[in-house]
Every structure is written in structure tokens, then in C-alpha cells.
């Protein structure tokens, strides 16, 4: 029996949701948050294995669940060495941040190499693209941001979420029919 890529691809997502508003929401418990810790890195892992063509950022992305789960597991337990794994949260997460960013940048060229004028080949599904992405690393940030209780300076988790759901409306709207009528 196997899992079509389709359900692996659903069920990972689930798994995304599950942590991200357990986390978000104070009042749900935390063993939510290891069950869709848990639950990504099963389906990923999936993912991976299903793969035909396997890229760095596939891999950094793996790194960075099971690395985030192992923190906050050892977090939740209150178990030592604690830091060493925030410490390699953190690496994983800027590893994960400079493919991720170098994915969109390539992608970005590829959409925009065949003309001179940036204006006359980005069209609204373009832009929706680019900042689906975008609002997709800005959330990530900002979960990580939330459960693990990092800020910097100003930078914080519920600033990062407001620009990620922000850039993700504006994604939406971009993309609407309606509103280009």
C-alpha cells in the first residue's frame, strides 16, 4: 500500500496547519504542537522519498523540521542542552531562508528573462506567485518566531505573522478576477 503524492502532499500540510495554530492559539495544548511537528516530518519525509529529483532545499527543509521538533520536544521535557539545538533551529532556519530566497530570486529571472521592460512581462498571476512565496517565508518565521519565543529588538513573532497574512491577502487579491473587472 502506498500514499499517492497528492495525499502526502495534503497530509503535510495538515501537519503545517495543526502546528502553526496550536501555536498561535494559547489555549490549545502542546502536545498538538509535537503531534503536527511529528506529523511534518513523517510526510515530508514522504515528500522526499517520493521525489524524482531531489534539490538542496529539500533536504535543508527536513533538517529544519526535525531540528525544530527535537527543540521543542527537549523544551517541552525540560531536558539539557536546550541552546545546542535553538542554536542549530536557528542555522537550519537561515540555510532553510537562503535556498528558499535563492528559489524565488531563480524563479523570479525565469519569468521576467525573455524581455527587456520588468512592467510588461510581470502580470497580476506573477506577482500573486512571488508574494504567495514571500508570505510563505514570512509565516514560517513567524511560527518559528512564536513557539520558540525569539525576538529581536522589534522583530517578533506577531510582526512577522502580520506581514506574512498581509502579504498573503494581498497575494489573493492579486489574483482575483473580480476585482480586474
Request: charged share 15%; hydrophobic share 55%; no cysteine.
Amino acid at each position: 500500500m502506498s500514499i499517492s503524492k497528492q495525499k502526502t502532499a495534503l497530509f503535510f500540510r495538515l501537519s503545517i496547519s495543526v502546528t502553526v495554530f496550536s501555536a498561535l492559539f494559547k489555549f490549545m495544548p502542546s502536545a498538538l504542537i509535537v503531534l503536527g511537528a511529528f506529523g511534518m516530518m513523517v510526510f515530508l519525509s514522504l515528500q522526499l522519498y517520493q521525489k524524482d529529483k531531489r534539490e538542496p532545499l529539500d533536504y535543508v527543509r527536513l533538517l529544519l523540521i526535525v531540528v525544530f521538533s527535537s527543540n521543542y520536544a527537549f523544551i517541552l521535557l525540560g531536558l539539557p542542552y536546550v541552546h545546542v539545538l535553538t542554536l542549530m533551529t536557528k542555522l537550519a532556519l537561515i540555510a532553510f531562508l537562503l535556498l528558499y530566497i535563492k528559489q524565488i530570486i531563480t524563479s523570479f529571472q525565469d519569468i521576467t528573462q525573455n524581455t527587456t521592460m520588468l512592467l510588461s512581462s510581470f502580470s497580476r498571476d506573477d506577482l500573486s506567485y512571488l508574494l504567495a512565496d514571500l508570505a510563505t517565508v514570512y509565516i514560517v518565521i513567524a511560527s518559528l518566531f512564536k513557539i520558540l519565543h525569539w525576538e529581536i529588538g522589534i522583530l517578533n513573532g506577531n510582526l512577522l505573522l502580520a506581514i506574512g497574512l498581509f502579504s498573503a491577502l494581498i497575494s489573493l487579491i492579486a489574483t482575483s478576477r473580480e476585482l480586474g473587472k
